[in-house]
Protein backbone atom coordinates (compact mmCIF):
# COMPACT_ATOMS: atom_id res chain seq x y z
CA UNK A 1 0.00 0.00 0.00
CA UNK A 2 1.00 3.44 -0.83
CA UNK A 3 0.47 7.01 0.79
CA UNK A 4 -0.43 10.13 -1.21
CA UNK A 5 -1.58 13.37 -0.76
CA UNK A 6 -4.06 14.73 -3.67
CA UNK A 7 -4.77 18.65 -4.04
CA UNK A 8 -7.47 20.00 -6.11
CA UNK A 9 -7.51 24.09 -7.47
CA UNK A 10 -10.11 25.98 -9.53
CA UNK A 11 -13.36 24.66 -10.12
CA UNK A 12 -12.38 20.91 -8.70
CA UNK A 13 -11.91 22.39 -5.66
CA UNK A 14 -15.29 23.59 -5.14
CA UNK A 15 -16.83 20.19 -5.93
CA UNK A 16 -14.71 17.96 -4.86
CA UNK A 17 -12.55 19.15 -1.56
CA UNK A 18 -9.23 20.99 -1.17
CA UNK A 19 -7.14 17.94 -0.44
CA UNK A 20 -7.44 14.39 0.01
CA UNK A 21 -4.93 12.17 1.77
CA UNK A 22 -5.45 8.37 0.25
CA UNK A 23 -3.91 4.70 0.50
CA UNK A 24 -3.88 3.11 -2.91
CA UNK A 25 -2.55 -0.18 -4.00
CA UNK A 26 0.36 -0.74 -5.39
CA UNK A 27 0.50 0.27 -9.21
CA UNK A 28 -2.13 2.69 -8.76
CA UNK A 29 -1.90 5.31 -11.41
CA UNK A 30 -2.57 9.11 -11.18
CA UNK A 31 -6.32 8.12 -12.90
CA UNK A 32 -7.19 5.47 -10.05
CA UNK A 33 -6.15 8.31 -7.15
CA UNK A 34 -8.69 10.54 -8.79
CA UNK A 35 -10.89 8.70 -9.55
CA UNK A 36 -11.27 7.40 -5.93
CA UNK A 37 -12.05 10.85 -4.72
CA UNK A 38 -14.65 11.25 -7.78
CA UNK A 39 -12.69 13.28 -10.52
CA UNK A 40 -13.70 11.88 -13.66
CA UNK A 41 -10.84 11.36 -16.36
CA UNK A 42 -13.31 12.37 -18.70
CA UNK A 43 -12.69 16.15 -17.60
CA UNK A 44 -10.05 17.61 -19.69
CA UNK A 45 -7.62 17.66 -16.27
CA UNK A 46 -3.78 19.20 -15.63
CA UNK A 47 -1.65 16.90 -13.68
CA UNK A 48 1.41 17.94 -11.50
CA UNK A 49 3.66 15.19 -9.39
CA UNK A 50 6.07 16.44 -6.71
CA UNK A 51 5.83 20.12 -8.93
CA UNK A 52 6.23 18.24 -12.44
CA UNK A 53 4.19 17.99 -15.12
CA UNK A 54 2.57 14.12 -14.93
CA UNK A 55 -0.11 12.54 -17.08
CA UNK A 56 -3.16 10.24 -15.55
CA UNK A 57 -1.21 7.13 -16.63
CA UNK A 58 1.47 7.28 -14.17
CA UNK A 59 2.67 5.12 -11.46
CA UNK A 60 1.75 6.56 -8.38
CA UNK A 61 4.53 6.18 -5.79
CA UNK A 62 4.15 6.63 -1.54
CA UNK A 63 4.97 9.81 -0.61
CA UNK A 64 3.58 11.54 -3.79
CA UNK A 65 2.25 14.83 -3.98
CA UNK A 66 -0.99 15.15 -7.09
CA UNK A 67 -2.11 18.35 -7.67
CA UNK A 68 -4.93 18.40 -10.53
CA UNK A 69 -7.09 21.45 -11.83
CA UNK A 70 -8.97 22.34 -15.56
CA UNK A 71 -6.37 24.26 -17.68
CA UNK A 72 -6.64 27.94 -17.28
CA UNK A 73 -7.69 30.14 -19.88
CA UNK A 74 -7.40 33.64 -20.64
CA UNK A 75 -6.10 36.51 -22.80
Wanted: aromatic share 6%.
Amino acid sequence: MISVRVELGGPFRERFGHWHALTLGEGATIGDGLKRIGVNEDLYIVVVRNSERAELSDILKDGDTVVAFPPVGGG
